[in-house]
T-cell receptor
Framework: DGGITQSPKYLFRKEGQNVTLSCEQN?????MYWYRQDPGQGLRLIYY???????QKGDIAEGYSVSREKKESFPLTVTSAQKNPTAFYLC???????????FGPGTRLTVT | AQRVTQPEKLLSVFKGAPVELKCNYS??????LFWYVQYSRQRLQLLLR??SRESIKGFTADLNKGETSFHLKKPFAQEEDSAMYYC???????????FGSGTKLNVKP
């Protein structure tokens, strides 16, 4: 464990509010990822970034936004446009030329 | 389109029984396949990679290109194998991965 952290572990928000999930890594990895994990649906890619100041949409990017201003950080904002935001969110990172993704502990977001 | 299919949501076996977790994929090129595991209250972590052709914790997986499958097998399941298992694929974009829906393995005593 260690190396990639997500905070907070649990997050509660009211419907209509934007919320930002934090992801930090000290592994010097270039690539970072955000996945959404729902029961029975596995991991679905929201956004990924291959390098600082660059990111690409994944399969379910609608209602989400990201930034990659620093190599170590890849925050995810869940906007009010996301129709079903309550979920478990996983962040991951990977080094250039490597094949293994390293995952954070996850953030469980509940929107009511 | 890229797709990874794990047909079983839940697989229950008794301790000592063989176990096979199924994974099928669709990809037009030459994919790289992985198995990730998530034990209770632990992070998702890599279990094995098809290129390595190694056995990790007694698990093996062989890539069958003809059947587009990458099933995970273990001859004698242990209770500590109980976990959520995800099959994943990496294609030509070395930084993009596709995950299956996962199979929960429950090994009963």
């Amino acid at each position: 464990d260690g190396g990639i952290t997500q905070s907070p572990k649990y997050l509660f928000r009211k419907e209509g509010q934007n919320v930002t999930l934090s992801c930090e890594q000290n592994l010097n990895h270039d690539a970072m990822y955000w996945y959404r994990q729902d029961p029975g649906q596995g991991l679905r890619l929201i956004y990924y970034s291959q390098i600082v100041n660059d990111f690409q949409k994944g399969d379910i990017a609608e209602g989400y936004s990201v930034s990659r201003e620093k190599k170590e950080s890849f925050p995810l904002t869940v906007t009010s446009a996301q129709k079903n935001p309550t979920a478990f969110y996983l962040c991951a990172s990977k080094g250039t030329g490597q094949y293994e993704q390293y995952f954070g502990p996850g953030t469980r977001l509940t929107v009511t | 389109a890229q797709r990874v299919t794990q047909p079983e949501k839940l697989l229950s076996v008794f301790k000592g029984a063989p176990v096979e977790l199924k994974c099928n994929y669709s990809y037009s090129g030459s994919p790289e396949l992985f198995w990730y595991v998530q034990y209770s209250r632990q992070r998702l972590q890599l279990l094995l990679r098809h290129i390595s052709r190694e056995s990790i914790k007694g698990f093996t997986a062989d890539l069958n290109k003809g059947e587009t499958s990458f099933h995970l097998k273990k001859p004698f399941a242990q209770e500590e194998d109980s976990a959520m298992y995800y099959c994943a694929l990496r294609g030509n974009n070395f930084n993009k991965f596709y995950f299956g829906s996962g199979t929960k393995l429950n090994v009963k005593p």
